[in-house]
């Protein structure tokens, strides 16, 4: 379960990436993670290791909202997907992310806050999503 547990971090003492662990897992190329560079990354779990590849996340850490990314590597360490699994805005909390793997399956629950209706009245109101991906033998992410 990759969620938002962020209030345990301990956000000075984490430690940040190097450019090099940045250029050897090619976060350049991960859609999501341009712009940031390794004072806002951090790495996060190594979540399979394998004679395939590897499935690992990395933490994006700003002054207001900490994401979780997961990416996947073939045998060789080649980039072969990324996808946003966790995400908490911790100033406003327009949203949540957080995301449960299972076996070869992945879901995604999205939750957006509003504190407004159309006509900007102050209401409390969410909604949810739900979406669902499969891990193939490749490590590629894909919908389900």
Known sequence: MLSNNFGNIDFERLPRLTMAEYKNLQLDKVTGLQGYDT????MGRTLLLNDNGKI???????????AEYLI?????GNLMDNLIVAYEDMVEYYSRISTQISSDQITVQTINFS?????????ESSDTAITKYQITPEYKFILN
């Open 56 to 66: 690992i996340t990395i933490q994006v850490i700003t002054d207001g909202e900490i």
């Open 39 to 42: 004072t806002y990354l951090s």
């Open 115 to 123: 504190y407004s209706d159309k006509d900007d009245n102050p209401i």
């Open 72 to 76: 996947s590597y073939d045998k060789s």
